[in-house]
């Protein structure tokens, strides 16, 4: 930006850093190398289990989509609405 580096800080990260947007900090970058795998729920799984091509599918995503859709389903509170979240995952699953 301006011809200079920046790396964008959540307001999370900022606020256990006890820094403020703007502020200039020095930081060290490490190469996270390991790999990354969401847990995706039991009752998740085995639906993806009964059709393939919702696996593969799921499977294919980037890491970063993955948690968004075993959030939602997670943060469900009753099994109506847990149930209703899996199929709406399976309907955007077969979009695409």
Not at 12 to 39: F, K, S
Not at 41 to 51: F, I, T, V
Not at 78 to 91: H, N, V
């Amino acid at each position: 930006m301006s011809g200079q580096l920046r790396l964008p800080v959540s307001a999370q990260v900022r606020e256990g850093a006890a820094i403020a947007a703007g502020d200039e900090v020095d930081v060290d970058i490490e190469l996270d190398t390991e790999p990354r795998e969401v847990n995706v729920p039991a009752d998740l799984a085995a639906a993806l289990d009964h059709e393939p091509d919702a696996r593969r599918a799921f499977d294919r995503m980037p890491y970063s989509h993955q948690p968004r859709y075993v959030t939602v389903i997670d943060d469900a509170k009753t099994p109506e609405t847990r149930q209703r979240r899996i199929a709406k995952t399976f309907s955007s699953l077969r979009e695409g």
